[in-house]
């Protein structure tokens, strides 16, 4: 079992989201929840096909690291 990083973000009417580890891989969605349920349906479907098409799954290497920085003003 792999552990894949997604990153969430803000649109204008909606969420959407992406796979750094698998280019192409995204979801959208109205909420967050509803985004990251809809990514982990993405990111299944399209691992099933990269197996389908006789593809090497890739392991996940994206590392997420929040930094603190200071904003004036």
Excluded: Q, W
Excluded at 5 to 24: F, H, Q, R
Excluded at 45 to 73: D, Q, W
């Amino acid at each position: 079992m792999y552990k894949y990083t997604i990153i969430v973000e803000k649109a204008d009417n909606n969420y959407s989201a992406y796979c750094p580890d698998l280019p192409g891989c995204i979801a959208t969605g109205a909420t967050v929840e509803e985004t990251v349920a809809r990514m982990k349906e993405a990111i299944e479907f399209h691992l099933e096909g990269m197996k389908e098409e006789g593809l090497s799954v890739p392991k996940p290497t994206t590392v997420v690291r929040s930094i603190e920085v200071a904003v004036e003003g």
